[in-house]
């Protein structure tokens, strides 16, 4: 099972589009892994995780023939996730011969409205409306979307993702509710890969806040390796960086050698 990190940054981009921070300032120095687009990601070459304005940039540097992609997963719909005119590309004007001939979308009813606000809607797109916890299949793989800390009243999940292994894609939520912890307990699941929200990375955020920085991560996945869900071997990336956090890549890596997490990067494949 192959996993990609596309875009690793939070809304801003790393450095930020409009920034001038030393931080930003670096990075538009160093380049390479230090250059971040906004939030996606893409299992095997079927599975699109989110669909932020950056789809197309992210397509052409990876060599990813879109018209493929059978199934995509939203999260919510902050603009850095979800940028649902580019539906609008995948009608029988801009797009021909399609190998896939109909993506099917799952999301929250709030991105579904969106979707039909914009016209996005074809015999080429489909979408189904997702509940938390409601468990669903699409192609090989079954997919569970757990209530994320963020957006509380518009929809916004992380997954759980089963296919040959199974993958924790928990982006942009705050420390994962009780009820959460509770769910993976009692189903049993033990994750392969698990992909954090690290928004934050040491800037302080309590618990109940809407992202994540490395000690609201630790206590999770404490937690989580408490439960059983992780495994000495599991693959633990740390991802999704804000500019005001300086997410350089080697300040990453040195930040968490001892925890034993990866630092996720624009293009990073992962075989899991």
Excluded: W
């Excluded at 018209?67 to 590309?89: A, N």
């Excluded at 015999?123 to 800390?149: H, K, W």
Aim: glycine content about 6%; overall charge negative; proline content about 4%.
């Amino acid at each position: 099972m192959r996993f990609t990190f596309l875009g690793t940054a939070a809304a801003e981009g790393f450095p930020a589009v409009f920034c001038n921070c030393k931080h930003c300032q670096e990075a538009r120095k160093l380049g390479g892994r230090n250059i971040r687009t906004r939030s996606q990601a893409l299992i095997n070459d079927d599975l699109l995780l989110d669909l932020p304005a950056d789809t197309y940039y992210h397509f052409l540097q990876n060599g990813i023939e879109g018209d493929t992609i059978k199934y995509l997963l939203i999260t919510h719909t902050h603009t850095d996730h979800f940028y649902p005119e580019e539906f609008l590309m995948r009608t029988d004007c801009f797009a021909h011969d399609m190998r896939a001939n109909t993506l099917q979308v799952y999301c929250c009813r709030e991105a579904y409205d969106m979707i039909e606000k914009v016209g996005g809607f074809s015999e080429n797109v489909n979408a189904t409306v997702i509940e938390p916890y409601q468990t669903f299949t699409c192609g090989g793989y079954t997919i569970t979307p757990l209530p994320a800390r963020h957006m509380i009243c518009h929809g916004a999940v992380f997954y759980i993702i089963q296919g040959e292994k199974t993958i924790l894609y928990a982006q942009d939520t705050g420390y994962f509710y009780e009820e959460v912890f509770d769910f993976i307990k009692k189903n049993g699941f033990v994750f392969d890969m698990v992909s954090m929200d690290c928004t934050n990375v040491d800037i302080p955020i309590p618990d109940d806040g809407t992202h994540m920085g490395i000690p609201n991560i630790n206590r999770a996945l404490e937690r989580l390796a408490d439960m059983g869900a992780l495994r000495d071997d599991t693959i633990m990336y740390i991802n999704h960086f804000s500019h005001n956090a300086n997410p350089l890549h080697h300040v990453l890596e040195q930040r968490v050698a001892e925890y034993g997490y990866q630092v996720s990067y624009d293009g990073c494949q992962v075989e899991i």
